[in-house]
Nanobody, 121 residues
């Protein structure tokens, strides 16, 4: 699965951004699609994941502020980020793995390129 992430940018604290992850040439059927982020000098962190069934799970640091959804065609997954904080600043990555979801980045086989999110205070 080839993934294309987009939508990063600069936003003030309290604002919103929406990231997208598009699958090239196929749907996400049978895959868990996760979002991860990595800030400079830090390890890659689990943000959340969506299953083909539209079940979702989120990391504790974003729960209640971020929402993951999938379009009706099943080819694009969005990460809606609200009430952004400066500590949300990072490169954001989408990733996919067949079957069950995992919060461990090492378990994902396919990765999109990172998209940078900067939240100013």
């Amino acid at each position: 699965v080839q993934l294309q992430a987009s939508g990063g940018g600069l936003v003030q604290a309290g604002g919103s951004l929406r990231l997208s992850c598009a699958a090239s040439g196929r749907t996400f059927k049978g895959y868990a699609v996760g979002w991860f982020r990595q800030a400079p000098g830090k390890e890659r962190e689990f943000v959340g994941v969506i299953m083909w069934s539209n079940s979702t799970w989120y990391g504790d640091s974003v729960k209640g502020r971020f929402t993951i959804s999938k379009d009706s065609a099943g080819t694009t997954v969005a990460l809606q980020m609200d009430r952004l904080k400066p500590e949300d600043t990072a490169d954001y990555y989408c990733a996919a793995r067949p079957g069950l979801w995992s919060p461990n980045a090492a378990h994902y086989d396919f990765w999109g390129q990172g998209t940078q999110v900067t939240v100013s205070s």
